[in-house]
């Protein structure tokens, strides 16, 4: 941004009342300064500033002071938060809505308004689920400015900061947290590997030992030679040399001699 328009920027933002209700449009009082500085919002959109705040901005502007937006609110007593304790069911919903952290309580836990701290922006009461939160007003007939001082704005405007400082710092931390517990869980792993690689190495160990006992099982049936293969007749000898022939050819064996050759008296073999 142009350093002239953020020196107005600031200007303007001093002039507002720092209640961060965000009637007039934007997220906030900074955003609405912003917007000002920049042409593109008019000074009439701040219900709580109310007519005294619109022709403050109008000065530091050079415009001319305007008629209230209607659209925004109108101008009114200011209104503090009350909190119906018998109602609460402590879902922190309002904690999370209120702009300057002026409600105290936990999960689950009975919330309560602080008073002093709160600006009546009201952010707490639409997302409230059972409905116990009341806007009061605490000012009588007076309005605007007149309900409302530059240094509780100020002071208004300190707490705001320090919450967005706050929730920026608890992101951080939690992101941190996480981090940490993603390295933890990754170390972890990564010393488990030895003993999942040894765990693996005796199972193939053990898989080893297995295959070789059952390779000299099937050694040790092959060598074995087949029985009553003297005497035999012509075609159970020719079954014999068929399975032999078989598992020869399949590599179970080495290739079979002739049995019959094997079997004759030497007297034959001459």
């Known amino acids: 941004m142009n350093p002239a ?158 919450r967005k400082a706050r929730l920026v710092r608890e992101r951080e931390e939690n992101d941190a947290r996480l981090a940490a517990k993603a390295a933890a869980k990754l170390a972890a792993v990564q010393a488990e590997t030895p003993e999942s690689e040894a765990a693996r190495a005796a199972q193939e160990r053990k898989r080893a030992i297995i295959q070789a006992a059952i390779e000299r099982a099937r050694q040790k049936q092959h060598a074995v030679q087949p029985r009553n293969t003297e005497n035999v007749s012509p075609a159970v000898q020719a079954q014999i040399d068929e399975a032999e022939a078989r598992r020869a050819r399949a590599g179970l064996t080495a290739p079979a001699t002739d049995k019959n050759a094997a079997n004759k008296d030497p007297e034959q073999k001459q």
């Open 5 to 162: 328009v953020q020196t107005l920027a600031d200007r303007i933002e001093a002039l507002l009342p720092q209640t961060q209700c965000t009637k007039c449009g934007f997220n906030g009082c900074r955003p609405y300064a912003e917007a000002m500085a920049s042409g593109e919002a008019t000074c009439n959109r701040c219900p709580p500033g109310g007519a005294e705040g619109v022709r403050r901005l109008a000065a530091v502007l050079k415009v001319a002071p305007l008629p209230l937006d209607p659209e925004r609110g109108i101008e009114q007593p200011r209104a503090v938060a009350y909190i119906d304790e018998s109602l609460c069911i402590g879902c922190t919903l309002c904690i999370q809505a209120c702009p300057v952290d002026a409600i105290a309580g936990a999960a689950k836990q009975m919330h309560t308004v602080i008073p002093e701290l709160c600006t009546g922006c009201d952010l707490c009461v639409a997302p409230c689920p059972v409905d116990c939160i009341a806007m009061i007003p605490v000012t009588g007939e007076r309005t605007g400015w007149a309900a409302w001082s530059q240094e509780q704005a100020d002071a208004a405007h300190a707490r705001y900061l320090a």
